[in-house]
Nanobody, 125 residues
Framework: VQLQASGGGLVQAGGSLRLSCAAS????????MGWFRQAPGKEREFVAL???????????RYADSVKGRFAISRDNAKNTVYLQMNSLKPEDTAVYYC????????????????WGQGTLVTVSS
């Protein structure tokens, strides 16, 4: 399973960005897909997830810090997962990683089996 994250960049506070995670064939439908982020000097933290296809298809979870501002979605035909980030704040500055898990719902990084390389998001004040 290979994951390729993209879409990061520099944005002013209050702005928006959309991150993409391109995955191997059928990965995004067969795995739960998550986004994590790691700011300088901090541990990697959970941001959002969307469950794999099945009984709980499309179930999403968000960290409290991004709830109402970020939205995760999946396009199975394009094998891509997106993270739409709105109302960005300087504290959202971090390297963002996409990851794949066999769990239905997983918010711990240790529960994820595959990781992309990360894309840097910088939010200026």
């Amino acid at each position: 399973v290979q994951l390729q994250a993209s879409g990061g960049g520099l944005v002013q506070a209050g702005g928006s960005l959309r991150l993409s995670c391109a995955a191997s064939e059928r990965t995004v439908s067969s795995y739960g897909m998550g986004w994590f982020r790691q700011a300088p000097g901090k541990e990697r933290e959970f941001v959002a997830l969307i469950s794999r296809t099945g009984m709980w298809t499309g179930t999403t979870r968000y960290a409290d810090s991004v709830k109402g501002r970020f939205a995760i979605s999946r396009d199975n035909a394009k094998n891509t997962v997106y993270l739409q980030m709105n109302s960005l704040k300087p504290e959202d500055t971090a390297v963002y990683y996409c990851a794949a898990t066999t769990h239905w719902i997983a918010t711990m990084s240790g529960e994820y089996d595959y990781w992309g390389q990360g894309t840097l998001v910088t939010v200026s004040s």
